[in-house]
């Protein structure tokens, strides 16, 4: 009887424990999960003609924000546990200062830190181009599609949360607000040829959402896709194919990249697909010089 009495008082002891390590872990993760505040408030005028709102349409297909946010915007299940929101119905309930922070500042309209949403790969995208993005998002169709996927059983969402909050509570962050720090500044903008200061941006904010912060194949995601040098062995025309078809020379299927380029980057201009290349091709001269 006796040791039946302590075997019931250790787990009541290690249940407690465990509550305490639980709430430790919880309110830590919290507080950091909190403790980023966006800088100066946008401020950029939302244009409203029509030019404007083709433009912003054209951003959100080369942007990639329907891969996550669903084809009609209408908010998607990531990895069976997180819901994007539903974008046009987000635009119309929040302000544009609101949808700015979360686009490149990784802070959400409840304030807290954004962990999947891409900010990094819209950090340097131009004021005018977020309101133009803005704008469009407000004026197209709010789709009352239900969201594609399934969300995993509660339990595996329960332990993947905390899996998550405890690295943070170890003090491994993984914050937009903190990554967005290791983007370089564009340095092309005022390179004499247009076109390399031009795909520079179109490569900053499109190509290293997987290519790496600075292209060159390194965090967030090293070893997942290739340093972008390689474009220095393509011809134009190849380049082109890539963008278009998705295919390498070889005609090989790329398993992620091929699906990427048919969504998103089918949409690139024919003026884009050339700036992209000018600007990709003189990286790959400009890191070799340098060896
Ligand atoms: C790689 C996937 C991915 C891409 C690409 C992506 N998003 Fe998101 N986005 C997310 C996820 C995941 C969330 C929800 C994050 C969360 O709740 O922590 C989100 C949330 C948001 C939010 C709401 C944040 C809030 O809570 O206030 C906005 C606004 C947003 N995304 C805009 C965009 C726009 C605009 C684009 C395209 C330019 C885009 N996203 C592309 C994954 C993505
Ligand atoms: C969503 C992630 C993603 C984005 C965005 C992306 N890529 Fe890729 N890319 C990959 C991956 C991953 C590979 C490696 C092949 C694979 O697994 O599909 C790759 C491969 C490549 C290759 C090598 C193809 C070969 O010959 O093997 C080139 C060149 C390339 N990407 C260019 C670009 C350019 C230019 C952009 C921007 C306009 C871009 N990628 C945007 C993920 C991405």
Redesign the pocket.
């Known amino acids: 009887m006796r040791i039946v009495r302590w075997i019931g008082l250790g787990f009541a002891g290690l249940s407690g424990l465990a509550a305490l390590f639980g709430a430790w872990v919880y309110g830590v993760s919290e507080l950091h999960y909190r403790s980023y505040a966006p800088t100066a408030a946008f401020e950029h005028p939302i244009p409203t003609d029509a030019a404007a709102l083709a433009w912003g349409e054209h951003l959100a297909a080369t942007r990639?924000c329907r891969g996550c946010h669903g084809a009609d915007l209408e908010g998607e299940i990531m990895f069976g546990a997180v819901a994007t929101p539903n974008l046009t119905a987000l635009a119309r309930a929040e302000t544009a200062a609101t949808f700015e922070a979360a686009l490149r500042q990784g802070i959400g309209h409840t304030g807290r830190a954004l962990y999947s949403m891409p900010s990094y790969n819209f950090v340097r995208m131009t004021d005018a181009d977020v309101a133009a993005l803005y704008a469009y998002l407000r004026n197209a169709p709010v789709s009352d599609a239900a969201p594609q996927d399934e969300l995993a059983p509660l339990f595996e969402r329960i332990v993947g949360d905390f899996m998550v909050r405890l690295a943070i509570a170890r003090g491994e962050d993984g914050a937009m607000p903190k990554w967005l720090d290791q983007v370089p500044p564009l340095t092309e903008q005022d390179n004499p040829n247009p076109r390399i200061a031009r795909g520079e941006y179109?490569?900053m904010t499109?190509?290293n959402?997987?290519?790496g912060f600075d292209l060159r194949g390194n965090a967030p995601w090293p070893g997942?896709?290739?340093d972008?040098i390689?474009?220095g062995a393509?011809m134009p025309e190849q380049f082109t194919r890539?963008?278009r078809e998705g295919l390498?020379?070889?005609g090989a299927e790329?398993?992620?990249?091929?699906p990427?380029a048919r969504g998103?980057?089918v949409h690139w201009s024919d003026d884009e697909v050339a700036d992209?290349y000018a600007y990709?091709s003189d990286m790959s001269r400009r890191a070799i010089d340098a060896e």
Do not use: Q
């Open positions: 990639g179109l490569a499109s190509c959402e997987c290519h997942s896709a290739p972008l390689v474009v393509y890539l963008m390498p020379s070889s790329l398993p992620m990249m091929g990427v998103r980057f992209l990709l």
